[in-house]
């Protein structure tokens, strides 16, 4: 949980709105998922998804699907040592790229409880499916930097149209949807009503309200950054079904040199309260203008005792003309004497 200056009221008052008492009677319950008023599973609360299980399968592991628990503390010992930002190299550029030291910095400690070698689940090795020919072409061959990809340093910035939309605090890390471990902040509450359920996240301070009351998608025309969302219940499982992604948006999973999503995009989440203290979040992204086959994601989350804080980003926005800066400087650094 990363503290920065002041809470959100909103939550707070989202939180007593729907019933936030009820977690007190959820900690006293003896075993299985609480139940909210009207008999639903209550999924209301602060889950923590931090984790050091990568979303693909590193190619070493091949078919090993799941570590033994010998080979799931050698892995975190080595991920925590290749994330440590406070083993400077000296170099004033790379310490620069560092960023922050190490306090800041929360990966997560384990992976996920079932030592799964990937988030991935589907397809069975582990790893995102083939890109489509249209997904190959789009990553090949000269282009300027669209407005989806991060900026790192030593890339060519024209203007603020190049910087990526994290890098401006519109969205990205594991704001969603879907919903990713990032390095921080990788906090998700959930406010629950009969009629609603706000899905909020801690990073760039995402809300979605999704509608459970069985009302159409917008129409096609209308392209939001987060997408349309649209929730029902299977069972014991919340499923939101997004579409309407825009075209200036792409979900990458850390993997935008692939392509990244495009606006056909269609996304279906599922929360599961398994118990007390476990949400099983899965998610399954389809879109053939991107990949070959649908893929699927399953990532358990841990219940918190924390509030999430605001997310102030970019307050000021300083990195904005001193990027552009930079740019320019590089440019005039390069240019024939």
Aim: hydrophobic letters at 35%; one cysteine or more; charged letters at 25%.
């Amino acid at each position: 949980m990363k503290i920065t200056w002041r809470t959100a009221p909103f939550l707070a008052m989202c939180l007593a709105a729907a019933g936030a008492g009820s977690l007190d009677a959820q900690r006293a319950a003896p075993a299985g998922p609480p139940r909210a008023a009207d008999g639903r599973p209550d999924l209301q609360g602060v889950w923590s998804f931090a984790t050091l299980t990568p979303l693909e399968r590193p190619r070493e592991l091949a078919d090993k699907a799941v570590l033994t628990a010998e080979e799931a503390a050698a892995f975190e010992r080595v991920q925590l040592e290749r994330q440590n930002k406070d083993a400077r190299s000296g170099q004033a550029r790379a310490d620069v790229e560092g960023a922050y030291n190490n306090f800041w910095w929360d990966y997560g400690s384990k992976v996920i409880g079932t030592r799964r070698t990937s988030l991935i689940v589907d397809p069975p090795d582990g790893r995102m499916p083939a890109l489509t020919p249209a997904a190959q072409q789009r990553t090949t061959g000269p282009r300027r930097p669209p407005i989806t990809e991060r900026v790192v340093l030593g890339a060519i910035v024209d203007g603020p149209e190049h910087l990526g939309l994290s890098e401006r605090c519109i969205l990205g890390f594991s704001s969603g949807p879907p919903i990713l471990s990032n390095a921080y902040n990788n906090n998700l509450q959930l406010v629950q009503t009969r009629d609603y359920v706000v899905i909020h996240t801690e990073m760039i301070h995402e809300a979605r309200v999704v509608p459970l009351n069985g009302r159409p998608h917008v129409p096609s025309s209308m392209r939001l950054w987060l997408g349309d969302s649209r929730g029902r219940w299977e069972k014991d499982t919340l499923v939101v079904e997004t579409t309407n992604f825009t075209d200036k948006s792409s979900f990458s999973g850390n993997i935008i040199a692939r392509g990244g999503s495009t606006a056909a995009m269609r996304l279906v989440e599922r929360f599961t309260r398994v118990d007390r203290d476990t949400l099983l979040y899965e998610f399954t992204v389809d879109d053939p203008a991107t990949w070959v086959r649908p893929w699927t994601v399953q990532l358990p989350m841990t219940r918190s005792d924390d509030p999430i804080y605001e997310y102030a980003c970019h307050e000021g926005n300083y990195s904005m003309p001193n990027m552009l800066k930079g740019a320019r400087a590089a440019e005039q650094a390069q240019a024939p004497k």
